[in-house]
């Protein structure tokens, strides 16, 4: 039962445009939305959140949107660089009890490549 | 060190044996969590330790893992009677306190082969 899920598993733009990635879910306990950012080799890295009392949050090139009641958030990157290529999770988390503690749930992850 | 450290980073290993696996988390952290990646998927919970606390093992898939985290620091994940499906990135993540809204930081991963 994937709770989370990211349907394009490769994005392709080029430098300077708008990267959009997308993201799914179907649990309505959910009520904090994560980005993560992964290169080769390394452990996924924080990048931005939004709590579902808000359906926007932006910082500097990133801005993430959140829209309820279709249960779908995405991710935007203007203007997307060379650097940005990764690959970026989507993680979903709930207050589930007392010692579940905020675990993430993950998408399948998309890949970013930008094109100079 | 300043991050979340893991070890090994690669390893290799036949099919019925066991293997452990390492995780130092960031100093201080009181949450420390063990995800994997398979192929083709998501990360995937398997266990959270917060303190002093009973873990929540409720994402180990089989009672052949385990996992125990000592003083409260180091964390060690052990794989019984190893399967090829357990062929994964193992990734290991602190946290500081039990808030939702504080990050967990990643280690780089052991990238598991069960051949």
């Known amino acids: 039962d994937q709770q989370v899920k990211q349907n394009s598993p490769s994005l392709s733009v080029q430098e300077g445009r708008i990267s959009i990635l997308n993201c799914d879910y179907t649990n309505s306990m959910f009520d904090y939305f994560l980005w993560y950012k992964k290169y080769p080799a390394e452990g996924p890295t924080f990048l931005i959140s939004i709590s579902s009392i808000k359906d926007k949050n932006e910082d500097g090139r990133f801005t993430v949107f959140l829209n309820k009641s279709a249960k779908h958030l995405s991710l935007h990157i203007v203007p997307s660089q060379p650097g940005d290529s990764a690959v970026y999770f989507c993680?979903?988390?709930?207050?589930?009890?007392?010692?579940?503690?905020?675990?993430?749930?993950f998408g399948e992850g998309t890949q970013l490549t930008v094109n100079p | 060190g300043a991050g979340v450290s893991q070890s090994p980073s690669n390893k290799v290993t036949e099919k019925g044996k066991d293997v452990e696996l390492r995780c130092d988390p960031i100093s201080g952290h009181t949450a420390l969590y063990w995800y994997r990646q398979s192929l083709g998927q998501g990360l995937e919970f398997l266990i959270y330790f917060q303190g002093n606390s009973a873990p929540d093992k409720s994402g180990l898939p089989s009672d052949r893992f385990s996992a125990e985290r000592t003083g409260g620091s180091v964390s060690t994940l052990t794989i019984q009677r190893t399967q090829q499906e357990d062929s994964a990135v193992y990734l290991c993540?602190?946290?500081?306190?039990?808030?939702?809204?504080?990050?967990?930081?990643f280690g780089p991963g052991t990238r598991l082969t069960v051949l």
């Open positions: 993680a979903a988390s709930a207050l589930t009890g007392e010692t579940s503690g905020s675990r993430l749930t």
């Open positions: 993540a602190s946290k500081l306190g039990r808030s939702l809204y504080n990050e967990q930081f």
